[in-house]
């Protein structure tokens, strides 16, 4: 079993920037994928960015050039970097993980974490 545990969400004027965490803990897992996702009130939860453990990245086409993902392997922790927050960035994110555990793959998911921008 595997838990992701956030934290860094919270309320930000547009223009701002907001940095979140999400650290990953178990027994027996290899990560394969990290990156976050959101949920905006009466829309479909949607990637934001994901990360490989090669280091290769992809974004929401509106988080390019604002946010950064990045991770810490030696603490299964990814980041989210969010800068020139704007007020349609408002949403719960979710960090998401697919991970190995011996032979299979698996999907597991943060509780989620709110991010309001005000204008």
């Known amino acids: 079993q595997v838990q992701l545990v956030e934290s860094g969400g919270g309320l930000v004027q547009a223009g701002g920037s907001l940095r979140l965490s999400c650290a990953a803990s178990?027994?027996?897992?290899?990560?394969?994928?990290m990156g976050w996702y959101r949920q905006a009130p009466g829309k479909q939860r949607e990637l934001v960015a994901t990360i490989t453990t090669e280091g290769s990245t992809n974004y929401k086409e509106s988080a390019k050039g604002r946010f950064t993902i990045s991770t810490d392997s030696a603490k299964n922790t990814v980041y989210l970097q969010m800068n020139s927050l704007k007020p349609e960035d408002t949403a719960v994110y979710y960090c998401?993980?697919?991970?190995?555990?011996?032979?299979?793959?698996?999907?597991?998911w943060g509780q989620g974490t709110q991010v309001t921008v005000s204008s």
């Open positions: 998401y993980c697919n991970i190995y555990i011996d032979a299979y793959r698996y999907n597991y």
């Open positions: 178990g027994s027996r897992f290899r990560i394969n994928v």
